[in-house]
């Protein structure tokens, strides 16, 4: 079987951003609504005030602080603050080495910058540690394998992506740029 794009000069152009995910903060207080923020698009600068005063509270776990920086640096991201936003994705992973979204959201925003093997090697930390939501992981991989002119890696990262959300439209709209062909009969 091969994957061909249905249109190989335009695919690059067409492909939509990365997706970015926010880390998951259990229980009530500012690093939830710091999370809620992240995660639900919000209103990026109430949503850095949120994670900075859960940050400033020591009654926080390592891993739920660690996650609270990274969500401060996908808010940060939404402003296009990237020294900021790099700066906590970075501080949150330091703290949490094993936080696979910290990796998929660094990833993300490299893509963003154009800065593709690194984010490739991101995403591909992150997916092996198991992020929360892999399906936007293969959706921002099959960006970079785009990107680098792996068609066939490609198509399967958004199909994977697809498979494990059924209803993620940006994988679902990419996809309908391939057309896969029996090699025998090109069919």
């Not at 067409?14 to 259990?26: Q, R």
């Not at 399967?156 to 959300?165: P, T």
């Amino acid at each position: 079987m091969r994957v061909l794009p249905a249109a190989l000069f335009t695919a690059l152009a067409l492909c939509t951003g990365p997706s970015l995910a926010a880390v998951t903060v259990l229980g009530p207080g500012p690093a939830q609504e710091c999370y809620r923020l992240a995660e639900d698009g919000g209103d990026p600068v109430e949503g850095i005030k949120q994670c900075t005063s859960a940050l400033d509270d020591s009654a926080l776990s390592p891993v739920d602080r660690a996650a609270t920086m990274v969500n401060r640096g996908v808010l940060h991201l939404a402003r296009r603050e990237y020294t900021a936003g790099f700066r906590d994705i970075d501080a949150g992973i330091a703290l949490s080495p094993a936080l696979a979204d910290g990796y998929v959201d660094r990833g993300a925003a490299l893509i963003s910058m154009g800065r593709y093997d690194e984010a490739l090697a991101d995403l591909n930390k992150g997916i092996s540690l198991g992020p929360h939501q892999p399906q936007k992981a293969y959706y921002d991989r099959a960006i970079v394998d785009e990107h680098n002119g792996d068609i066939r890696a490609a198509y399967n990262d958004y199909r994977k992506a697809l498979d494990l959300q059924p209803d993620f439209a940006l994988a679902a709209e990419e996809l309908k740029r391939f057309r896969v062909v029996h090699p025998k009969t090109g069919i």
